[in-house]
């Protein structure tokens, strides 16, 4: 069965400096979601992205953040400058087409903590 | 958004069957039910999703009330891979388009016992 592929499964970097988390989404799929969860709150919408271009994003999403389709299989986020509060567990997930009907895959998550 | 209530923890035993509860008193006519789970240390995962009727796949069943207004997660026989938290959730509409965001609540914690 296709599935959502992310690396690295956990992330250590220092505060300030610049993380790239990477996803392989499932390879039919159009759509392509970032979420995070810091640790024992609630799954956090960040970014919605579809042809090339960001489709909606949270306030949590703001100019630290960026996301990328570098070639036709990965999805990448960027945090420019960490922080010690964007430490979390940061899913990344695709679904087929948007839309009410439509279920979105998430990846195992890639575990970022900054010190 | 509209919003969904879930009881915060739920227990039940292996091989028994679950009902999870939620209610989404604000739902719009055209907002689709989603459930999703969390199974420890893993992403999210889809459950079952449905408009007014009944819907069965092959991992659960989801009852719509007639008003559409609360609906439950049914797991036929409990097992031990259950164990997870369960969200209900409502597809997010802006200006009526939907661009697919997922808004998580806390969820039901499902224990499931040997």
């Known amino acids: 069965e296709p599935e959502v592929t992310q690396t690295p499964s956990h992330q250590v970097t220092q505060m300030g400096q610049e993380v790239i988390l990477r996803c392989v989404p499932i390879?039919?799929?159009?759509?392509f979601y970032w979420y995070r969860q810091i640790l024992g709150q609630k799954v956090e919408f960040l970014v919605s992205?579809?042809?090339?271009?960001?489709?909606?994003k949270s306030e949590i999403f703001d100019d630290q953040f960026s996301v990328e389709r570098p070639d036709g299989s990965n999805f990448t986020l960027k945090i420019r400058s960490t922080k010690l509060e964007d430490s979390a567990m940061y899913f990344c997930?695709?679904?087929?087409?948007?839309?009410?009907?439509?279920?979105?895959?998430f990846g195992p998550g890639t575990r970022l903590t900054v010190t | 958004d509209a919003k969904t209530t879930q009881p915060n923890s739920m227990e039940s035993n292996e091989e028994e069957p679950v009902h999870l509860p939620c209610n989404h008193s604000?739902?719009?006519?055209?907002?689709?039910i989603h459930w999703y789970r969390q199974l420890p240390s893993q992403g999210p995962e889809y459950v079952i999703h449905?408009?007014?009727s009944n819907v069965n796949n092959r991992m659960a069943s989801l009852a719509i009330a007639e008003d559409r207004k609360s609906s439950t997660l049914i797991l036929h026989r409990a097992t031990l891979r259950d164990a997870a938290v369960y969200y209900c959730?409502?597809?997010?509409?802006?200006?009526?388009?939907?661009?697919?965001?997922?808004?998580f609540g806390q969820g039901t914690i499902l224990t499931v016992h040997p």
């Open positions: 390879s039919n799929h159009l759509y």
């Open positions: 992205f579809y042809n090339n271009e960001i489709s909606e």
């Open positions: 604000t739902i719009s006519g055209t907002d689709y």
């Open positions: 997930a695709s679904s087929e087409w948007t839309g009410d009907r439509y279920e979105q895959y």
């Open positions: 449905g408009l007014t």
């Open positions: 959730i409502l597809r997010d509409k802006e200006g009526g388009t939907s661009y697919g965001k997922l808004t």
